[in-house]
């Protein structure tokens, strides 16, 4: 009896760990990819990339959270009432809590990420510097621009078009430019990478400037890598939250217990290394692009502060998530009656015994 009172605890507070982390990541999800198809036109996240933010949510969540042992002291506390809602007011504070955080982080990388935060070189204005006596003269041309994750017909003609020299680009984003596609090219070429200077580079291509007008159709774009970011910031913040999803009271120490759970740390670390490798030899098929160990320490740093947050937020009063909460008074036996199911069972029944009944008179 004891054993089955102790594990029984464990699995209600199994669910309710899973569906806190559950709730946490769908709001997240569904605000970035509806505010990014209003503001940008176009969602951060595609479909292949929200099939696996699904599967981290659903399976591999639901293997690392509800595999978690029952706590020593599980038997010490009172047991729960029958009228005990299953979201609790801890619970409430931590999805809010760590959504509002996951959203600001991913607002300001999205809308941020090319400019203030420089992830990436800014892609969203054509011209850096305009004639301030005619501001329809654009007098630097800004290399990165594009409108596409991938280059294509579209955006090499809108440089062919335009038939510019070098000259008029701004010159730094250039000597950028000609830097990041010379280094490609000793990545491609398997060169040693100990000795390279960027100086060394531009200099190298005095004679023959790459421009915007030597892009080949397929080349990566900063919008592909600014998308990047936003995929793996999202990813690594969930990875995170999940270690916080395993306390759905007020102990602060989340770490607590974890090496208890063999298939939990598998599950992290399993989700930690596909994603890096989703994110690094994609390609095509997720739309990706390639990331710098620098890049990737930086979208862990953006993950990992999910633990310093979710502290913080233990010490936030309950009284302010006293208002919220779902309706789970149990239905009485005439709303019963009127359920959907209820409804269906009902009409089974009587196609059954109708059919019984034609079996009897053949017979």
């Not at 078009?161 to 830097?179: A, M, R």
Request: aromatic share 12%; charged share 20%; with cysteine.
């Amino acid at each position: 009896i004891v054993v089955a009172l102790k594990y029984g605890r464990n699995v209600y507070d199994n669910v309710r760990k899973f569906l806190q982390f559950q709730l946490s990541v769908n709001v997240v999800a569904m605000s970035i990819v509806f505010f990014g198809s209003v503001f940008l036109k176009d969602s951060p996240l595609n479909a292949v990339q929200m099939l696996w933010v699904n599967l981290i949510m659903d399976t591999l969540g639901a293997l690392a959270l509800a595999t978690e042992p029952p706590d020593e002291d599980i038997l010490l506390r009172q047991p729960y009432k029958k009228n005990n809602p299953i979201v609790t007011q801890v619970m409430w504070r931590n999805v809010f809590g760590h959504a509002i955080y996951q959203i600001i982080v991913l607002s300001l990388v999205i809308f941020s990420g090319p400019g203030r935060l420089n992830l990436v070189h800014d892609y969203w204005s054509q011209c850096v510097t305009y004639d301030e006596a005619d501001p329809a003269v654009c007098l630097a041309w800004n290399p990165y621009f594009t409108t596409e994750l991938y280059q294509n017909e579209k955006s090499l003609s809108f440089w062919l078009d335009k038939k510019l020299e070098p000259q008029d680009f701004d010159q730094d984003l250039l000597n950028q430019l000609i830097c990041e596609h010379s280094l490609e090219k000793k990545v491609e070429s398997g060169e040693d990478l100990s000795t390279f200077e960027c100086n060394d580079s531009i200099l190298e291509d005095q004679t023959n400037m790459y421009t915007p007008n030597d892009f080949q159709s397929g080349d990566m774009t900063q919008k592909l890598m600014h998308y990047t970011y936003v995929f793996q910031v999202f990813v690594f913040m969930q990875l995170f939250n999940q270690i916080n999803a395993r306390k759905i009271d007020e102990e602060v120490n989340v770490f607590s217990g974890i090496f208890k759970n063999f298939l939990f740390i598998l599950v992290v670390v399993l989700t930690f290394v596909i994603q890096i490798v989703m994110v690094q030899i994609g390609g095509r098929a997720v739309k990706t692009h390639p990331m710098t160990t620098n890049q990737i320490l930086i979208c862990i740093a953006f993950g990992s502060f999910e633990l310093v947050w979710g502290f913080l937020l233990k010490k936030i009063p309950l009284r302010f998530f006293q208002c919220i909460s779902i309706d789970e008074k149990p239905l009485e036996e005439e709303e019963l009656k009127r359920t959907f199911s209820n409804q269906f069972k009902k009409c089974s029944s009587l196609r059954h015994s109708h059919s019984k009944h034609h079996i009897c008179e053949d017979d």
